[in-house]
């Protein structure tokens, strides 16, 4: 196995589903600021060539997780998939700011055996077991993605921000539903656990369907994972990075994904 594995390197082309790594991926709320005692919020969820338009094809939702401000697991309603988008709609039942997340994490790999390539997708637990003891040319790796936004209703909370301990995670130092035009918004990125240092953050501003210009910003992060934006308009905006790790050792390679969709008011 430790022969095996030392022959293993990164590839891009195993880290992430063809459909993430050609269009981008979002998922989309209606609202992301609301009042009273309880309300309803819809979601879009989708894979497309620009920012929240569905032209493409719909997000695959089995990794759905909705985090309540008190740290309870809440369930969607309505839930649909079409050709070009997936909706849902979540009962907002408590105070506080709601965490939506479409998390996947699992393992690709790719060997030769008796001259035929063999390919498999599982979960990193299982590879071991996988991987048969005639294996060659061993090429794997660790990949995870996640999507998520965020709605709060009433008072906005930080309950729902946590850090998972794999693959990117965005720790928010000014709060994602408390966002205006003009005003810096400072966020932090952790890769794995560790501070996600010198990654790239792309920023895009919905709505290009009706403008020549994309709009697009792209940010690093500093020593500490964290990066700073300052919004130049009102929308809704996209945020994404990935984070490439080569092998070492015995240690597989990894590539790590984040989306973030937040709305930016006036």
């Known amino acids: 196995m430790k ?4 022959l293993i390197a990164a590839i891009a082309a195993l880290a992430l589903p063809m459909s993430a790594q050609a269009h981008r991926a979002w998922l989309a709320p209606t609202s992301t600021v609301l009042s009273g005692t309880d309300a309803w919020v819809g979601f879009d969820a989708g894979m497309s060539n620009g920012v929240f338009i569905p032209d493409h094809a719909a997000m695959n939702l089995a990794g759905l997780v909705i985090t309540a401000p008190d740290g309870s697991t809440a369930a969607p309603e309505n839930m649909m998939r079409g050709r ?16 939506v997340a479409n998390v996947s994490s699992g393992l690709t790999a790719t060997w030769t055996e008796n001259g035929e390539q063999k390919r498999w997708r599982g979960q990193a637990a299982d590879f071991p077991a996988a991987l048969p003891a005639g294996a060659a040319d061993v090429v794997a790796v660790r990949v995870s993605s996640r999507i998520e936004t965020f709605v709060t209703l009433g008072a906005p909370t930080d309950t729902v921000f946590t850090n998972s301990g794999e693959g990117l995670t965005l ?9 205006a035009a003009g005003e810096a918004a ?11 240092a010198g990654v790239s953050v792309t920023i895009a501003r919905g709505g290009t369907r009706y403008r020549d210009n994309p709009e697009e910003m792209t940010v690093t992060t500093g020593a500490d994972g964290s990066f700073t934006v300052t919004w130049p308009e009102p929308g809704m905006y996209w945020l994404n990075a990935t984070v490439r790790t080569p092998a070492q050792g015995d240690t597989v390679a990894a590539n790590a994904q984040y989306v973030a969709v937040m709305e930016v008011l006036s």
């Open 186 to 196: 400072t966020f932090r990125l952790s890769n794995d656990g560790l501070p996600a």
């Open 171 to 179: 720790i928010p130092v000014t709060h994602p539903n408390d966002l």
């Open 3 to 6: 022969k095996s594995l030392a």
């Open 84 to 99: 070009y988008r997936s909706t849902f709609d979540l009962h907002l039942t408590q105070a506080g700011t709601w965490k």
